[in-house]
């Protein structure tokens, strides 16, 4: 897996102060994407073990929230493996820290995808850039959702997602 960049201190990617690991890998490609760079999946650096410990070690801050995985696509083919474990790894470090994905892919396609019992929150969808809003909260367009996956992974038919927070 490779990656562009490890943001500290972020509080727009999720809620509360953040880490945020920007994959690289996007087939989606969206117009008007503000991250374009992220595109290629063999672009940015080695995601080696040096950016791993610095990523726990942000993570190890009393006063981090949690991470958040964006790109670029955490779900792209070639970052899904490390993601999963990555993921897993700090759920099992940090429990009480919550893990929100950013993907183009739709919720009703992913929804059996295993490492989602691991994430908090999924915005999910493709952004486009005719349904941009700047009001909206943790999310570049009006079609993307905010997704609570434990909530909605713990109903009875998981396929309709439950939105988080109120702001949607």
Request: charged letters at 25%; one cysteine or more; aromatic letters at 10%.
């Given at each position: 897996m490779r990656y562009h960049n490890i943001t500290k201190d972020d509080m727009l990617n999720g809620d509360g102060l953040r880490?945020?690991?920007?994959?690289?890998?996007?087939?989606h490609c969206c117009s008007g994407c503000h991250n374009q760079v992220s595109w290629d999946p063999a672009g940015g650096l080695l995601f080696d073990e040096a950016a791993k410990t610095e990523l726990i070690d942000q993570l190890s801050q009393p006063y981090i929230s949690g991470v958040t995985f964006s790109g670029g696509d955490p779900l792209h083919a070639a970052n899904r493996p490390e993601i999963r474990e990555l993921i897993a790894e700090i759920r099992g470090k940090f429990p009480h820290?919550?893990?929100?994905?950013?993907?183009?892919?739709?919720?009703?396609?992913?929804?059996?995808?295993?490492?989602?019992?691991?994430?908090?929150?999924?915005?999910?969808?493709?952004?486009?850039?005719?349904?941009?809003?700047?009001?909206?909260?943790?999310?570049?367009s009006a079609n993307q959702r905010v997704?609570?996956?434990?909530?909605?992974?713990?109903?009875?038919?998981?396929i309709t997602p439950i939105l988080y927070g109120e702001n949607q």
């Open positions: 880490v945020v690991l920007w994959v690289s890998g996007c087939s820290k919550t893990i929100w994905l950013y993907t183009g892919d739709c919720w009703e396609h992913i929804y059996q995808e295993p490492m989602l019992q691991n994430i908090d929150v999924l915005v999910d969808g493709k952004f486009d850039e005719t349904q941009i809003d700047i009001k909206l909260h943790w999310k570049g997704i609570d996956v434990p909530k909605t992974l713990s109903q009875a038919e998981p």
